[in-house]
């Protein structure tokens, strides 16, 4: 019974295996180079159009505020007896108090995130 041999390839000079690496090396970088350009062009689509949505709901929310306030005002001022400078005060005032609420929440937070 007779073993087979394998022809092996003769070995390459270092130099020429230095030269394959260095274009293998900018080959795969080149090539992660062009994927991380596919993957966050990919991403600023998506992200594009979620930026859009969170702009219209935005939008909607100041509207609606708006409109909120404008009712409380209308209502407080017939309360108080058709003063409408009283429905804007006390509405301006807790709309004032919920903000500054609002700020010193997101500064207690902040300040515990660092």
Same mark, same amino acid.
């Given at each position: 019974?007779?073993?087979?041999?394998?022809?092996v390839?003769?070995?390459?000079?270092?130099?020429?295996?230095v030269?394959r690496?260095a274009?293998d090396?900018?080959?795969?970088?080149?090539? &992660?180079a062009?994927?991380?350009?596919? &993957?966050?062009? &990919?991403?600023m689509?998506?992200?594009?159009?979620?930026?859009?949505?969170?702009?219209?709901?935005?939008?909607?929310?100041?509207?609606?505020l708006?409109?909120?306030?404008?009712?409380?005002?209308?209502?407080?001022?017939?309360?108080?007896?058709?003063?409408?400078?009283?429905?804007?005060?006390?509405?301006?005032?807790?709309e004032?108090?919920?903000?500054?609420s609002?700020?010193?929440?997101?500064t207690?937070?902040?300040?515990?995130?660092?």
């Amino acid at each position: 019974m007779t073993a087979n041999r394998m022809p092996v390839d003769a070995p390459s000079p270092i130099p020429d295996l230095v030269q394959r690496l260095a274009a293998d090396s900018r080959r795969l970088a080149r090539d &992660e180079a062009r994927l991380a350009k596919l &993957e966050l062009t &990919e991403n600023m689509k998506r992200a594009g159009g979620g930026v859009v949505l969170l702009a219209a709901a935005f939008g909607a929310g100041v509207v609606a505020l708006a409109l909120l306030t404008v009712f409380a005002i209308a209502l407080i001022s017939r309360v108080m007896g058709g003063h409408l400078w009283v429905g804007a005060l006390v509405a301006g005032v807790v709309e004032l108090a919920v903000a500054a609420s609002l700020v010193a929440t997101a500064t207690r937070r902040g300040r515990a995130a660092a």
